[in-house]
């Protein structure tokens, strides 16, 4: 950080790319610290240190197993929504005898400046690191409808899936309303919902939150386009036009010849059902029925 007359600057360095901010004023959170010195609980054989706090195992166990802990005394995400839920994993397993562990619990959080930065799982850079092959899919607000709308367009809707499949292992939303958006992401993933299957979700027309229905598209996309079964190449929300999906009783031959009318969403869809029965063709946006070798 530097001051040049009125202004203050932030220089910022990740993974060697560097960047400077320039700011009117540079406001720090240095955090907290847990406040469990006075606590006497060396006389209980519970092991603490002035940072951390206090000592817990994955079921929030002290090292008295009689003795759990919840909350910002032992959290290293400390949050006000992780602090209730904590507690409901200490009733669980200190009074109910379940086996709960807090490394299952999906913690997302949320930095309330202008546009919102929320974030839930983990990063790519952590994925690099634990050799984890992902994928990324990113929306820009500015493709967003909704956004468009109230011009809040800054910003963007990143997910990142494992390789391979559709499972969801973290995403970041910034954006004007990215507090509300995180949670579709992370009930999906304490669910075991796929992006593929989130984007499947109906939602009303016109909200900010189409952005994860659109990078759910845009996997759908992508996943037919390697596999060779989709004329699809980007999600856009254009018209298609689309031969009847009812087949006839022979390969490679529709029932009727008539023409519908679907949205880029339904499509995806429809082409996957399609190829999954063999019979595919496509051209210039127009799907038409023949034999796929």
């Not at 809040?152 to 004007?176: M, P, Y």
Request: overall charge neutral.
């Amino acid at each position: 950080m530097r001051v040049e007359g009125v202004q203050t600057f932030a220089d910022l360095i990740q993974e060697g790319t560097e960047n400077t901010v320039v700011a009117d004023k540079l406001l720090v959170g240095v955090g907290q610290t847990p406040n469990v010195e006075k606590l006497n609980l060396e006389a209980v054989n519970v092991e603490y240190d002035a940072a951390a706090g206090i000592h817990v195992n994955d079921f929030l166990q002290t090292t008295n197993r009689n003795i759990y802990a919840a909350g910002d005394v032992c959290a290293k995400r400390r949050f006000t929504h992780f602090e209730a839920e904590s507690s409901r994993l200490v009733i669980q397993n200190a009074l109910q005898r379940q086996r709960n562990r807090v490394s299952k619990l999906i913690i997302p959080w949320c930095t309330y400046t202008d546009p919102e930065i929320a974030h839930v799982g983990i990063y790519v850079r952590e994925a690099r690191e634990k050799n984890i092959p992902i994928k990324t899919f990113t929306v820009p607000m500015h493709d967003v409808h909704r956004a468009i709308c109230d011009t809040e367009e800054q910003g963007f809707a990143k997910i990142h899936v494992e390789e391979d499949s559709d499972r969801i292992l973290g995403a970041t939303v910034v954006s004007r309303h990215a507090g509300e958006m995180i949670n579709d992401i992370s009930l999906a993933m304490q669910s075991g919902i796929g992006l593929s299957r989130l984007g499947r979700v109906v939602r009303p027309y016109p909200t900010q939150a189409a952005a994860i229905q659109m990078a759910a598209d845009a996997y759908d996309a992508a996943t037919l386009n390697s596999t060779r079964r989709s004329p699809i190449r980007e999600a856009r929300i254009r018209p298609y036009f689309l031969n009847c999906p009812v087949i006839g009783p022979a390969r490679g031959r529709c029932c009727c010849g008539e023409s519908l009318r679907y949205g880029d969403f339904e499509l995806a869809k429809i082409v996957d059902q399609l190829a999954e029965r063999g019979i595919l063709a496509a051209c210039d946006g127009n799907v038409r029925h023949s034999n796929v070798a």
